[in-house]
Nanobody, 116 residues
Framework: QVQPVESGGGLVQSGGSLRLSCASSTNIFSISTMDWYRQAPGKERELVAMLTRAGSTNYTDSVKGRFTISRDNAGNMVYLQIDSLKPEDTAVYYC??????????WGKGTLVSVSS
């Protein structure tokens, strides 16, 4: 298995939007969940959005209504649409793919910086 690859980060102004992408090479029939995490400077990594095999989604409270996780029809890409960005959203965003055997595959992350 090869680690997923994130893209789409950048510097945006408060109130702006970004769409993060994650390309997974895990066999789509072996995927359990596709998740986005973030780690802000000096803070622990936190789960922000989860997409299950069945298509269910879950978000941490601080991003509900602003973040949307989705995947493409082929199942190889997972996206994170981020709207109404706030300075506190500044972090490195990581994609994690979990397979049916509980193995996790992490990307290297993409940096999102939000200026006030």
């Amino acid at each position: 298995q090869v680690q997923p690859v994130e893209s789409g980060g950048g510097l945006v102004q408060s109130g702006g939007s970004l769409r993060l992408s994650c390309a997974s090479s895990t066999n789509i029939f072996s995927i359990s969940t596709m998740d986005w995490y973030r780690q802000a400077p000096g803070k622990e990594r936190e789960l922000v959005a989860m997409l299950t095999r069945a298509g269910s989604t879950n978000y941490t409270d601080s991003v509900k209504g602003r973040f949307t996780i989705s995947r493409d029809n082929a199942g190889n890409m997972v996206y994170l649409q981020i709207d109404s960005l706030k300075p506190e959203d500044t972090a490195v965003y990581y994609c994690k793919i979990r397979d049916l055997w509980g193995r996790d595959y992490w990307g290297k992350g993409t940096l999102v910086s939000v200026s006030s």
